[in-house]
């Protein structure tokens, strides 16, 4: 399984606001309790991490009406033994 980012924007607004978080809960999307939110901070974004197999998975998790307008980011972590690895993937 790969791990990814799931970053899902909603207008700056209020009903935004209150319209994106109604359609995790409504749709009965379990990763709601586990999202964070920037709108306090004016960046009107969700962002949760999920352990899937691919990108096509993780869309697939979202409500319908969000998917569009989703991006998904593929995230590892790296060891120090990695450094030198993901330095030469780089360098072609």
Do not use: Y
Not at 17 to 42: K, L, N, P, Y
């Amino acid at each position: 399984m790969a791990r990814f980012l799931i970053e899902v924007p909603h207008d700056n607004s209020k009903e935004a606001c209150d319209r994106a978080v109604r359609i995790f809960m409504e749709t009965g999307f379990h990763f709601m309790t586990h999202a964070d939110w920037g709108c306090s901070d004016d960046v009107h974004k969700a962002w949760f991490f999920v352990d899937v197999d691919s990108k096509e998975d993780a869309r697939a998790l979202l409500p319908s009406v969000l998917r569009q307008r989703a991006k998904i980011i593929a995230v590892e972590r790296f060891t120090i033994e990695d450094a030198g690895e993901i330095r030469n993937q780089h360098q072609s």
